[in-house]
């Protein structure tokens, strides 16, 4: 089982590996003085008292994870080598620019996600990439209210910078350059990579603040207000007006984001109300044309005499997609996934 010791089984057995190292925290050199190690060794046992890796240089990170400095050095240096970029369409037809950690990089990006990043809780009202959450939790919030309002964040991940990533780091406590450090390998050529796993909840971190002030105006306007990654919704029971809108998005501006205006959205009454896709009107569900669909893709599949093999795992996504709303039609649909699986 990982720890945050990773290459160790106690915090006794990684202090004497650090003393033995008798590495200096800044230059890397060998040194006769006890006094840095006794440092190092001081700052990493308060980190590891705080359930945190106990990483007080780029040296002790290098111990923690078994391998030479030289690799830890660069993977922050030499990007084009622990990173691969592709694009991807997005539905508008678009192209999106991603960049993601070849095998050892998102190794070290997973423990830092999660031994270090999800210790630290989000805001409440943030929904997107976090255990337990998702878009139904996003979607309950706003059940039932009479008028939805909608606005999406241009360029969400591409507006975050190496600064902000650092200062997470920085405030969660590690010494020194370590933030630096941190920064430079959840980012590639420090700018706030798409498909790093570290991204997304670092980008909740980031916008924090931002969600914490956009809750207290909701509540001024006497709007409920929540967020799933890029996607902010605000409703209530009342026409909301123009005086709100306007203070959300000013303090998304002050935020250093940009609104796509494009995509801003007011469903009243007599309108469908969408909340990231799904329909908060009376019940949480997908929209009429999502549910047709569905229908149509599990009816063929009960007909079918023949399936590629992609298919069949595809199709159990969506029917446990649907059991997630519709329990009923979601053990219908994945039976027949079951039946023509024997």
């Known amino acids: 089982m990982i720890t945050p010791l990773v290459s160790f089984t106690s ?13 200096s925290a800044h230059s890397g050199a060998s040194f006769s003085n006890s006094l840095e190690v006794d440092r190092l060794v001081k700052s990493a046992r308060e980190l590891y008292g705080r359930g945190l890796p106990p990483i007080v240089s780029s040296r002790t990170f290098s111990l923690l994870f078994g391998v030479s400095p030289r690799l830890i050095s660069a993977m922050t240096k030499s990007p084009e080598k ?15 620019n991603i960049a993601a950690p070849r095998v050892f990089l ?19 009202n943030a929904f997107g990439f976090a255990p337990g959450k998702g878009i139904f939790k996003h979607a309950e919030r706003h059940l039932k209210a009479r008028f939805v309002l909608t606005l999406d964040i241009a360029d969400f ?5 190496w600064t902000q990533v650092r200062d997470i780091f920085a405030n969660i406590g590690f010494p020194d350059g370590v933030p630096s450090l941190l920064a430079d390998l959840c980012t590639r050529n420090k700018v706030f990579p798409q498909g790093a796993p570290t991204s997304p909840y670092l980008s909740n971190l980031i916008f924090l603040k931002t969600d914490e002030a956009l809750t207290e105006a909701a509540n001024q306007f006497e709007m409920r207000y929540s967020r799933y990654a890029d996607d902010l919704t605000f409703s209530c ?33 007599s309108q469908a109300r969408e909340v990231t896709g799904l329909l908060v009107n009376e019940k949480i569900q997908p929209s ?23 298919t ?22 994945l039976s027949i996934v079951r039946s023509k699986a024997r």
């Open 157 to 161: 991940f591409p507006s975050i910078s």
């Open 288 to 310: 009429r044309h999502t549910r047709r669909l569905l229908r149509a893709k599990f009816h063929n599949l009960l007909r079918s005499t023949s399936l590629e093999q992609e």
């Open 106 to 124: 998102k190794t070290v990006q997973r423990f830092l996600l999660r031994f270090v990043l999800e210790k630290i809780p989000i805001h409440p």
């Open 82 to 96: 622990y990173w691969r970029t592709f694009e991807i369409k997005k539905r508008s037809g678009k192209g999106r």
């Open 11 to 23: 915090f006794a057995q990684f202090e004497q590996a650090l003393r033995d190292s008798r590495v």
């Open 237 to 269: 029971d009342s026409q909301p007006s123009d005086e709100a809108r306007l203070a959300f998005e000013q303090i998304i501006r002050d935020a250093g984001f940009r609104i796509q205006h494009s995509k801003t959205r007011l469903r009243g009454p």
């Open 312 to 333: 069949l795992p595809s199709l159990g996504g969506w029917a446990s997609y649907v059991n997630s709303y519709d329990v009923v039609k979601g053990e219908e649909y």
